[in-house]
């Protein structure tokens, strides 16, 4: 069993959010730490993990909105990646990030503007080894639109709705580590949904090398 961490809470969204979505693969090959809290973040801690999933906007905890990425956080995320480990970026993971240049080039994107939320299409794209056992699905969501910085991307997921078309999911190395992005999952059925919990499933043994 994989011991996984995870970075979460935020003032648009709950811990309780990616603590309800995760907990069907816990147990099984995965067991999750938790991080609400920016001050419990530490380099050395997130060191002890093969693979840390960061679905937390720039922000200190739900209760406090001020950003807590610091150019020592984001140096530190990249140096994670570097020497070997896993990142997988869920939904708020890639929010608030935008002038963090380090973490922004390290994920190979980021979170721009949503419109309402409506009902999301999401669509592996079948030749991605990540897209196996995973289906296209429809939930009402965020409609992440996203900023793309890294034109090597591997495209994993493209999402569209009644206000167009934007990549949802995509995979890229740093050094010896892996980075999977995956921008769904602003509620709690989104996350639940079969096919993306597959799709999660997948990120996971991926970014650990499994």
């Given at each position: 069993m994989q011991r996984m961490l995870v970075i979460c809470d935020d003032k648009h969204h709950p811990a309780a959010t990616p603590r309800a979505g995760l907990a069907p693969l816990?147990?099984?090959?995965?067991?999750?730490?938790?991080?609400?809290?920016?001050?419990?973040?530490?380099?050395?801690?997130?060191?002890?993990?093969?693979?840390?999933?960061?679905?937390?906007?720039?922000?200190?905890?739900?209760?406090?909105?001020?950003?807590?990425?610091?150019?020592?956080?984001?140096?530190?995320?990249?140096?994670?990646?570097?020497?070997?480990?896993?990142?997988?970026?869920?939904?708020?993971?890639?929010?608030?990030?935008?002038?963090?240049?380090?973490?922004?080039?390290?994920?190979?994107?980021?979170?721009?503007?949503?419109?309402?939320?409506?009902?999301?299409?999401?669509?592996?794209?079948?030749?991605?080894?990540?897209?196996?056992?995973?289906?296209?699905?429809?939930?009402?969501?965020?409609?992440?639109?996203?900023a793309m910085d890294d034109a090597h991307i591997e495209l994993l997921l493209t999402s569209s709705s009644e206000h167009g078309e934007q990549p949802a999911g995509w995979t890229r190395t740093e050094g010896d580590g892996r980075v999977c992005v995956l921008t769904p999952g602003h509620n709690l059925p989104v996350w639940l949904e079969p096919g993306y919990q597959t799709l999660i499933d997948n990120a996971l043994q991926w970014c650990g090398k499994q």
């Open positions: 816990s147990g099984q090959q995965y067991a999750f730490d938790w991080i609400e809290k920016a001050e419990d973040w530490s380099a050395a801690r997130m060191a002890a993990y093969p693979v840390v999933i960061l679905t937390k906007a720039n922000n200190v905890s739900a209760s406090d909105a001020t950003p807590w990425m610091r150019p020592e956080i984001e140096t530190a995320f990249a140096d994670y990646v570097r020497k070997g480990g896993g990142l997988l970026v869920i939904h708020s993971g890639t929010a608030g990030y935008d002038e963090a240049a380090t973490l922004r080039a390290l994920i190979g994107g980021v979170f721009v503007r949503h419109p309402k939320q409506c009902p999301v299409t999401v669509t592996p794209h079948r030749d991605h080894p990540l897209a196996r056992g995973g289906a296209v699905f429809t939930q009402h969501d965020e409609h992440y639109f996203m």
